[in-house]
């Protein structure tokens, strides 16, 4: 917070990359907006413009579906080796760790994450989904099925099914974290042949631009991969509507997630979303409390709780309610604010203005409807968007600050009683259902309580733990289908039946 110093150096190649005007990717080529519009993005810890780039709309998006659309109806892809593909996906992710200063640098320099993070978390699992996903690309089977037709008792039949890519997919994806959303997102696009047109959020447009060379330079062939930088209104929702697309995957606010499922509806293109989240995190009395605080703490405070499975409620048993509140208080109070790219920043600023004045006005509708804050509840500084860590107390759920996502550092702490049917109740009082979290040294009743909440990850005795392996996403208004693991690969795979007369 005390000027530029002491940051990270950017490097030459990463200062190289600023330097070049910034355009949109489609069908191979590097192109300007067709409207010669740019627009400029900022370094979120002080408001300055980094970069220019190319504000896309609905003649890019056409190009660039058009593009999409030839490469899979046309294009080498579809129909390369399973093994070849999987060969290209697994050199994205070699090239990912080659690069892993230069991308870490930029997503820190645009979004505002700790740079540490950035090195140790998103650039790291982006580069492990691509090489996971890179093993699925030759295991995509079909079965073969034994059929009994009554009214053809003579006849023998071979019958089996094909798993075929849905063809051209639009994704839209936002600005949290900007490059590992665009891993979780192409990776199993490239593992199951489609081809894509992915606008990336309008924040934090850097990363994937990267990504986007990467790709090309891991041999990804052109049109397959497309990627518009653009704002929502005039540049994602036409993606979405384009009646050429075959399927949307989304990732953002449960609101624009309405607006895609609409957008889509016309021509009922298949649609995926990973939406908010208001996620309960419990801590039983009986959970070891050196485990319990600083896990509490860290659901929400990681990546400033700018994260859609935050565990933004804290439920804490009432014999240990004070003592964990004064802990997550107290880790509150010492975590350090600063520019991303201080090495010694713990908590950058927010993303954006908007964002700002969003987790502003709930810190400000909190204090009106009567939450007292134990700690932050503020703005931090008049430069940058920072705003301090947050805890809640004296909150009921009929307040905003209990029930709507805040998407920032902000947890209401709620004391319960009993584990019992109440608890469970009260958890899984929410229109979401992203995430949960029980601390508990009783592992019968975390078991029990796991399986009772009403959310698409429980983590118990921890949190955000993520991995390629482990599927990610919703139940309720969370969204539909699931990130990661295999059971991505079916947001982009038709099942054909193939019947055959003997
Ligand atoms: P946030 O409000 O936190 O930025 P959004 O859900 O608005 O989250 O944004 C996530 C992504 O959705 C971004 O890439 C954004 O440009 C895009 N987006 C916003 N509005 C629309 C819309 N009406 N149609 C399609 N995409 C949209």
């Not at 009994?148 to 994806?173: L, M």
């Not at 309008?202 to 990267?210: A, D, K, N, Q, Y």
């Not at 933004?312 to 790219?341: M, N």
């Not at 118990?460 to 309720?476: E, H, Q, S, W």
């Amino acid at each position: 917070m005390d000027g530029d110093k002491g940051l990270v150096a950017l490097s030459a190649t990463v200062k190289h990359f600023l330097s070049q005007p910034k355009k949109a990717l489609i069908g191979g080529k590097w192109l300007a907006a067709q409207s010669g519009k740019t627009f400029d993005v900022h370094d979120p810890s002080n408001g300055q413009v980094i970069a220019k780039v190319a504000a896309c709309e609905k003649a890019d998006v056409d190009l660039a579906v058009a593009a999409a659309r030839k490469a899979f109806d046309q294009g080498p892809w579809p129909r390369m080796s399973p093994a070849a593909r999987g060969k290209i996906i697994w050199k994205i992710g070699e090239l990912i760790y080659h690069h892993l200063e230069d991308l870490a640098q930029l997503e820190s320099l645009d979004n505002g994450k700790p740079i540490a993070v950035a090195r140790a978390a998103d650039v790291v699992l982006a580069a492990d989904l691509f090489q996971y996903m890179a093993g699925w690309a030759t295991k995509i089977e079909g079965h073969t099925i034994p059929l009994s037709v009554p009214y053809t008792p003579d006849a023998e039949y071979h019958a089996f099914t094909r798993r075929e890519p849905v063809g051209v997919v639009a994704q839209i994806i936002p600005w949290n974290f900007p490059l590992l959303m665009a891993a979780w997102k192409l990776g199993p696009v490239l593992a199951t042949g489609c081809t894509v047109v992915l606008k990336v959020a309008e924040e934090t447009p850097l990363s994937g631009l990267r990504l986007a060379e990467i790709c090309q330079e891991a041999g990804v062939p052109d049109g397959v991969i497309n990627l518009l930088t653009g704002f929502g209104e005039t540049c994602g929702a036409p993606l979405a509507a384009h009646p050429q697309v075959n399927k949307v995957a989304f990732t953002g606010s449960t609101e624009v997630g309405k607006l895609i499922v609409r957008a889509a509806a016309d021509d009922l293109k298949k649609v995926t979303l990973e939406l908010g989240g208001k996620s309960p995190n419990i801590v039983l009395d009986d959970a070891d409390l050196e485990l319990a605080i600083p896990g509490a703490a860290s659901a929400i405070f990681f990546n400033h709780g700018q994260c859609c499975c935050a565990g933004s409620r804290l439920f804490v048993q009432e014999k240990v309610y004070d003592k964990v509140v004064e802990g997550v208080t107290k880790i509150a109070k010492a975590i350090k604010l600063g520019p991303g790219l201080d090495p010694n920043t713990e908590m950058g600023p927010l993303v954006s203005q908007l964002q700002l004045d969003r987790v502003s006005n709930y810190l400000q509708w909190g204090s009106e409807e009567g939450a007292k804050a134990m700690t932050g509840g503020k703005r931090r500084g008049e430069r940058g968007y920072f705003v301090e860590p947050t805890v809640l107390v004296n909150t009921h759920a009929d307040m905003k600050v209990y029930r709507e996502e805040i998407f920032g550092p902000v947890v209401v702490a709620i004391p319960f009683k009993e584990v019992d049917d109440e608890l469970i109740r009260r958890a899984n009082d929410s229109v979401y259902g992203l995430a949960a979290g029980v601390f508990s040294a009783n592992i019968g009743k975390a078991h029990r309580l796991a399986a009772r909440l009403r959310a698409g990850t429980v983590w118990v005795n921890c949190y955000n733990i993520f991995d390629a392996a482990l599927p990610f996403g919703g139940y309720k208004q969370s969204g539909w289908g699931r990130e990661m693991g295999h059971q991505v690969l079916e947001n982009y795979l038709e099942t054909k039946a193939v019947c055959v007369n003997l």
